[in-house]
């Protein structure tokens, strides 16, 4: 059974930065996709950045695009995120997901294709 735990988050003042690790255990992350994915009050849950297993293969949102980036270290079985410029739009909570079976080279935006998902750590930014 995969498990999967975030942290990292906070509350950060509006153009500040802040860097999610999410620590994976009891599966083979390095042969999984991974996702941040958020949700904000009254929001459907947004695939904001993945990476394919190797990590050669990454997605951003529009949303987050310039701003974000996703990395791994399939050593140490974590995907990070960081997050920089932040706005108080990007509040919300953020969660890490692992989709088993994925396609490397159109990774999926779904939440219904990741199967593992974290309990997810909050992000306030204030203006």
């Known amino acids: 059974q995969v498990r999967l735990v975030e942290s990292g988050g906070g509350s950060v003042q509006a153009g500040g930065s802040l860097r999610l690790s999410c620590v994976a255990s009891?599966?083979?992350?390095?042969?999984?996709?991974m996702g941040w994915f958020r949700q904000g009050p009254g929001s459907e849950r947004e695939g904001i950045a993945l990476?394919?297993?190797?990590?050669?293969?990454?997605y951003y949102a529009e949303s987050v695009k310039g701003r974000a980036r996703i990395s791994r270290d399939n050593a140490e079985n974590t995907v990070f995120l960081e997050l920089n410029s932040l706005k108080p739009e990007d509040t919300a909570m953020y969660y890490c997901?692992?989709?088993?079976?994925?396609?490397?080279?159109?990774?999926?935006?779904?939440?219904?294709?990741?199967?593992?998902w974290g309990q997810g750590t909050q992000v306030t930014v204030s203006s």
């Open positions: 009891g599966g083979i992350l390095s042969a999984t996709c």
């Open positions: 990476i394919s297993p190797s990590g050669g293969t990454k």
């Open positions: 997901a692992a989709h088993m079976g994925c396609n490397i080279w159109n990774l999926s935006r779904r939440p219904s294709d990741y199967k593992y």
